[in-house]
């Protein structure tokens, strides 16, 4: 729709974005669109394929493999969202696992992987009415996004949450593991030289360790609700 804007939502990992962009989108009508699922659906391609380990990482393969690689979102009406699909397969709880996790900022790293899968986000935002969650929506995807929210909160904490979530799912994990992983992928998400996860200075940050999901849901709902009234009464001048 005309007045319809652009929600971006960046910031740490495991700071519940995706779990704030769902509930946005929802009450707003809008489509969701995590990117980290993208960027881990190419890490899944690349461990799927032998193309990454501990020991070695074919960087050159991948990069040639890109056009082979094709990422797509079906919404699915029983959970309410829309999951990933790599050539044709739901990948959605694959994508989820450790493994995945522990590879895919290193991924997230190549300039190449990045230019195809922002161009694709682009592509899928060109009419508006989104909620993209993810590191550099508002820094480079959307610089132009109406709203743009950034989210932190204390890495132990964040760890705790992560920690439960995979518990819930019955996934075998120890505590210790996820922390490592929070802090490791915040520095390689942070210090990275192509499109590193920063706020920019328009975004408004939202710490929420001591927030519980409803009071931040609340938050941003209401600047969702601010920015698309200014949106109308700006288009209603022109
Ligand atoms: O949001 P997430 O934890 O599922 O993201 C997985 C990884 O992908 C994260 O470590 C950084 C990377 N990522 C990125 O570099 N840019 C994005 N727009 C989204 C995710």
């Not at 990933?84 to 450790?98: F, Q």
């Not at 120890?174 to 490791?184: A, H, R």
């Not at 940050?205 to 609700?225: G, P």
Request: aromatic share 6%.
């Amino acid at each position: 729709m005309k007045n319809d804007i652009i929600i971006a939502i960046d910031g740490y990992s495991s700071t519940g974005k995706s779990t704030l962009a769902k509930q946005i989108a929802k009450a707003l009508n809008y489509i969701y669109i995590d990117t980290g699922a993208m960027y881990r659906a190419v890490t899944f391609y690349a461990l799927k394929n032998n193309l990454i380990s501990p020991k070695h990482f074919n960087k050159t393969q991948l990069i040639k493999d890109l056009d082979n690689i094709d990422i797509d979102f079906k919404y699915n009406p029983e959970k309410g969202f829309a999951e990933v699909y790599l050539n044709g397969k739901n990948i959605e709880s694959e994508i989820r696992k450790m493994q995945v996790s522990n590879f895919v900022s290193d991924i997230a790293a190549i300039p190449e992987v990045r230019q195809k899968l922002v161009a694709q986000q682009r592509q899928i935002g060109q009419k508006k009415g989104v909620v993209m969650d993810g590191r550099d929506i508002g820094s480079v995807v959307f610089p132009d996004a109406e709203l743009k929210i950034f989210m932190t909160a204390d890495p132990n904490i964040r760890a705790q949450r992560r920690y439960q979530e995979l518990k819930n799912k019955g996934l075998d994990i120890n505590l210790q593991e996820v922390l490592d992983n929070v802090k490791k992928r915040d520095k390689i998400d942070s210090e990275r030289s192509t499109s590193p996860l920063i706020q920019t200075p328009d975004a408004i940050k939202i710490d929420n360790s001591n927030l519980t999901r409803k009071q931040q849901y609340e938050m941003v709902l209401n600047l969702a609700k601010q920015k698309i009234e200014t949106n109308k009464t700006a288009s209603s001048k022109n």
